[in-house]
Nanobody
Framework: QVQLVESGGGSVQAGGSLRLSCALF????????MGWFRQAPGKEREGVAT???????YYADSVKGRFTISHDNAKNTLYLQMNSLIVEDPAMYYC?????????????????????WGQGTQVTVSS
């Protein structure tokens, strides 16, 4: 049973930075597609960034150049470094993982495609 535990959310001023972490447990074969998604009140969960193990990353246009996704194999942890946060970024952020083909992972991933989720961590940005 894959388990994901997130941490690192919080409240910052616009222009500030946060780093989200997602520790993975309970898998036999490491998921090859890992990503960060966010959901604002009244909106659908949307993909922010994904990483396909050893093969690349994808970023939504809204975060490109500001957010960086990475994975530490030794620590079994997924990260999202968020810089230059803006007032459009606040949401509940979720890490999600699954086993997908590279062409399915390195593109806008539908949340319904992902089967394993963390509990979410709240990000708030004040102007």
């Amino acid at each position: 049973q894959v388990q994901l535990v997130e941490s690192g959310g919080g409240s910052v001023q616009a222009g500030g930075s946060l780093r989200l972490s997602c520790a993975l447990f309970g898998y036999t074969y490491s998921p090859n597609c890992m990503g960060w998604f966010r959901q604002a009140p009244g909106k659908e969960r949307e993909g922010v960034a994904t990483i396909y193990t050893g093969s690349g990353t994808y970023y939504a246009d809204s975060v490109k150049g500001r957010f960086t996704i990475s994975h530490d194999n030794a620590k079994n942890t997924l990260y999202l470094q968020m810089n230059s946060l803006i007032v459009e970024d606040p949401a509940m952020y979720y890490c999600g993982v699954d086993w997908l083909r590279a062409r399915e992972c390195l593109r806008p991933v539908q949340a319904t495609t992902v089967h394993y989720w963390g509990q979410g961590t709240q990000v708030t940005v004040s102007s």
